[in-house]
């Protein structure tokens, strides 16, 4: 079955880099555009990050451009972020989150997550 | 960007009995809506996309209707492990995909 493991996660002072990683498995990794979604405490959801199955294509929050870069190896099946100019309002869980559509037809919502790890932002 | 609204808030319901949840799209997202279940310190769920479409091993007593910009999901008979937070999220106009704020069901 599908499983998505991310890792990475940990507190960093405000205008540090952080950089979280998230393995998949059970199901082929490069034909599916992946998602780093977030939670702040006791908050809702915010998609930050979207790239598409071969890597070429990624959007971004407004509220992350700029400081934010999403990436993957295809190869590894591993979606990375990497994130620096950390502020106290990105703390949050980061989830990682799978596409449901095929190769260059991405659905743009999110079939599965994995457990998420904490970013504490934080001097 | 399409700001998501639900309603209510809060949601406090009996076990067996049944919860009717709202969201609202700022503009039309056509039939392009999904629901999440949240649990305490668990990842989101999918429910449904589609507006009305259960995903893989959702249960019958979860339904979701509407299009447009007024969507509702409805659990009959409730059970104990239906309590939770449930998000909406629109996926028709994007950059941004945008969420609702979410609604707490409670028991009663």
């Known amino acids: 079955q599908v499983q998505l493991v991310e890792s990475g996660g940990g507190v960093v002072p405000p205008g540090g880099s952080l950089r979280l990683s998230c393995a998949g498995s059970g199901f082929t990794f490069s034909g599916h555009s992946m998602n780093w979604v977030r939670q702040a405490p006791g908050k809702g959801l915010e998609c930050v990050a979207i790239i598409s199955d071969d890597g070429n294509i990624a959007f971004y929050a407004d509220s992350v451009k700029g400081r934010f870069t999403i990436s993957r190896d295809n190869s590894k099946s591993s979606l990375f972020l990497q994130m620096t100019g950390l502020r106290a309002e990105d703390t949050a869980i980061y989830y990682c989150a799978k596409d449901p559509g095929g190769p260059y037809l991405p659905l743009y919502y999110f079939e599965s997550w994995g457990q998420g790890t904490l970013v504490t932002v934080s001097s | 960007e399409i700001v998501m609204t639900q309603s209510p808030a809060f949601l406090s319901v009996s076990p067996g009995e049944r919860a009717t949840l709202s969201c609202r799209a700022s503009q039309s997202v056509s039939s392009n809506l999904a629901w999440y279940q949240q649990k305490p310190g668990q990842a989101p769920r999918l429910l449904i996309y589609?507006?009305?479409t259960r995903a893989t091993g959702i249960p019958a007593r979860f339904s979701g209707s509407g299009s447009g910009t007024e969507f509702t999901l409805t659990i009959d008979s409730l059970q104990s492990e239906d309590f939770a937070v449930y998000y909406c999220q629109q996926y028709n106009n994007w950059p941004p995909i945008t969420f609702g704020p979410g609604t707490k069901v409670d028991i009663k």
């Open positions: 589609g507006a009305s």
